[in-house]
């Protein structure tokens, strides 16, 4: 399985559809961005981004894997870390705390 991989110096990103566009440029099939790329705003469900980022990825049937420590967020709020759990039993968005945990799952 082809993996694309964000870098974690950058900006934050603002739109997903240019992140599918190089992951295509690439021919992967998941897609991996380091939780420091992200907005804060990405992490509070209200704002609707997290919905919007996941369902673009599966629109583009790429995989999603959020790569890094989200446990603040998780203590934050219930419901992402309901989001997170369930997120994780799925094949399409993940959330891994480390490149071990990922090549754990199979990529």
Request: proline share 4%.
């Amino acid at each position: 399985m082809s993996v694309f991989e964000v870098p974690a110096d950058g900006p934050v990103i603002d739109n997903a559809l240019d992140v599918i566009g190089d992951a295509f440029g690439t021919g992967a099939e998941t897609v991996v961005i380091p939780v420091e790329r992200l907005d804060p705003a990405f992490f509070d469900l209200r704002t609707g981004i997290a919905g919007e980022m996941f369902q673009k990825f599966v629109n583009y049937r790429l995989r999603l894997v959020i790569l890094g420590d989200v446990g603040a967020h998780v203590a934050a709020s219930n419901a992402f870390r309901d989001l997170v759990r369930e997120s994780n039993r799925g094949r399409h968005v993940w959330f891994v705390a480390n490149r071990a945990e990922l090549a754990a799952r199979g990529t």
